[in-house]
């Protein structure tokens, strides 16, 4: 299992205490630090994925829990993704395109799972062009994330499932597009898997 250099950071320091408390003569107490180490690495683990050969599915761009599908008043399609600390962070592009923009909002830190986390949370919203259409992909974080880290930059082309970011410790994506052209293919409570599971199918080609 491939792990991000991003947990580094977090797992080195709690090993480096396991070990020191282990030279020490204390391997009980150094058990906690060792624990929480690997567990930073399991966060941070990053498998490799297959994407299924489907030329209209969108799919998931997060491991997770689906807690909203809702067409919005200004026509889009929204599908919601909830990632629990228990799921792969890694986010993936749902549809082969280029991205046209990138937005980064500092934002609040509101439970990820909340409407108004939507609008008001550290988010990075990215736009992509394609040729059936655009849509939009927004990372958001949730009440423990701190950082989120994206990888996607204007003009830069991605594949369907390829790797865009991932955000720390808990959080959300969102997914937005064209409702009169998309049909939804999950509901509230499904769980879906970046890069696997298809959230949505453009409905013909342009």
């Not at 204390?26 to 498998?47: G, M, S």
């Not at 809702?70 to 600390?85: R, T």
């Not at 082309?157 to 009169?180: C, H």
Request: glycine share 8%; hydrophobic share 50%.
């Amino acid at each position: 299992m491939v792990i991000r250099e991003e947990a580094f950071p977090f797992a080195g320091p709690l090993a480096l205490v396991a070990a020191v408390l282990a030279a020490l003569g204390h391997p009980i107490a150094a058990a906690f630090p060792a624990l929480a180490a690997a567990a930073v690495c399991a966060f941070f683990r990053d498998p490799e994925r297959i994407a299924p050969e489907d030329s209209r599915a969108l799919l998931s761009p997060a491991d997770g829990r689906i807690v909203k599908v809702q067409l919005l008043a200004e026509g889009q399609l929204m599908v919601s993704v909830f990632m629990s600390v228990f799921d792969v962070h890694v986010n993936r592009s749902p549809f082969g395109g280029t991205v046209k923009s990138v937005a980064y909002n500092p934002g609040k830190f509101m439970a990820a799972w909340s409407d108004k986390a939507s609008l008001d949370n550290e988010q990075v919203r990215m736009l992509f062009d394609t040729p059936m259409g655009s849509y939009q992909v927004v990372m958001i974080a949730g009440l423990v994330a701190r950082r989120i880290v994206c990888w996607a930059t204007p003009g830069r082309a991605f594949v369907r499932g390829e790797r865009i970011g991932l955000i720390r410790f808990g959080s959300r994506v969102d997914i937005l597009l064209p409702g009169e052209r998309t049909t939804s293919l999950v509901a509230v409570g499904d769980r879906v898997r970046a890069g696997l599971t298809p959230l949505a199918s453009w409905n013909a080609t342009p």
